[in-house]
T-cell receptor
Framework: GQNIDQPTEMTATEGAIVQINCTYQTSGFNGLFWYQQHAGEAPTFLSYNVLDGLEEKGRFSSFLSRSKGYSYLLLKELQMKDSASYLCAVRMNYGGSQGNLIFGKGTKLSVKP | NAGVTQTPKFQVLKTGQSMTLQCAQDMNHEYMSWYRQDPGMGLRLIHYSVGAGITDQGEVPNGYNVSRSTTEDFPLRLLSAAPSQTSVYFC??????????????FGQGTRLTVV
């Protein structure tokens, strides 16, 4: 079976840096995605890693280690609007497709003044 | 605007009723999928399709049927609604014919309550 773990909740201070970890054990691996989801809205794409290493995009960075089954999302210079749920998801072999996306349960981040 | 359109946005059903959640995309995407999202459970894959005429089960398919007669439409049918199907449902489509891609789009969701 597959298992994707991330912390349920995190709290951080405006202006600070926060790291959200994700570990996975899946049957097949074809990439790891991070999504942001504000309450009552659809998820929006943040980042994608398929090779080991760090991908940086503005205030957001994502890291992947395939050998360790581990990824993290790093958010810098936190803003109040970053309060949201962050979803880790693995693109994997599932059913007859190599490209289904299976999600972790999400991490709810609260940014405080 | 181009994208994924879900209807309705909100729905209340009585136990045992049937209904169809509509999903349409105008981007000519081959891959489409349905997820449900419940508190504490994250997004779970219900069914997916890699093209017209091709559908397959996801993680939680029981109680749901799908069909894909056209590239644009991927309806989700609840044949006999149960309270356990109270959830937020998201449809998504992707430009990658093999599955999910960075250019994947979610619909805005359907909030379904079964009483």
């Amino acid at each position: 079976g597959q298992n994707i773990d991330q912390p349920t909740e995190m709290t951080a201070t405006e202006g600070a840096i926060v790291q959200i970890n994700c570990t996975y054990q899946t049957s097949g691996f074809n990439g790891l995605f991070w999504y942001q989801q504000h309450a009552g809205e659809a998820p929006t794409f943040l980042s994608y890693n398929v090779l080991d290493g760090l991908e940086e995009k503005g205030r957001f960075s994502s890291f992947l280690s395939r050998s360790k089954g581990y990824s993290y999302l790093l958010l810098k210079e936190l803003q109040m609007k970053d309060s949201a749920s962050y979803l880790c998801a693995v693109r994997m072999n599932y059913g007859g497709s190599q490209g289904n996306l299976i999600f972790g349960k999400g991490t709810k981040l609260s940014v405080k003044p | 605007n181009a994208g994924v359109t879900q209807t309705p946005k909100f729905q209340v059903l009585k136990t045992g009723q049937s209904m169809t959640l509509q999903c349409a995309q105008d981007m000519n995407h081959e891959y489409m999928s349905w997820y449900r999202q419940d508190p504490g459970m994250g997004l779970r894959l219900i069914h997916y399709s890699v093209g017209a005429g091709i559908t397959d089960q996801g993680e939680v398919p029981n109680g749901y049927n799908v069909s894909r007669s056209t590239t644009e439409d991927f309806p989700l049918r609840l044949l006999s609604a149960a309270p356990s199907q109270t959830s937020v449902y998201f449809c998504a489509s992707s430009s990658d014919t093999t599955g999910w891609a960075t250019e994947a789009f979610f619909g805005q969701g359907t909030r379904l309550t079964v009483v």
